[in-house]
């Protein structure tokens, strides 16, 4: 990331059975689960990666499309490091399922 000054922290709380659309970002994000789990599903192999708390992974972005959702029955909470965050708008830019 050539300018670190665009990087926005952001906490996310993520209800039992919610998932996010299908996405990507401008830049790469890092997430740590702070409380429960979240299952990332990207489109390029559509293989599940479920992360618990006190675990975290980094979503590549710059067109890698992925959904994320929590399959438990308990909150989930994340926080997630977005570089190359946009100065204005969405931190997501909607993409095609890739997974049925």
Do not use: M
Not at 22 to 49: K, Q
Not at 69 to 74: E, G, H, L
């Amino acid at each position: 990331v050539r300018d670190a000054s665009r990087t926005v922290v952001a906490k996310f709380t993520v209800q039992p059975g919610a998932q996010f659309p299908w996405h990507s970002h401008r830049g790469p994000v890092v997430v740590t689960i702070v409380s429960g789990e979240l299952t990332y599903l990207p489109a390029r192999d559509c293989t599940e990666r479920t992360y618990a708390a006190g675990t975290s992974f980094v979503d590549p972005g710059q067109g890698h499309v992925h959904t994320a959702f929590n399959a438990t029955r308990d909150e989930t909470v994340f926080i997630a490091t977005f570089f190359a965050a946009p100065a204005e708008g969405p931190l997501l830019i909607p993409g095609s399922p890739g997974c049925s």
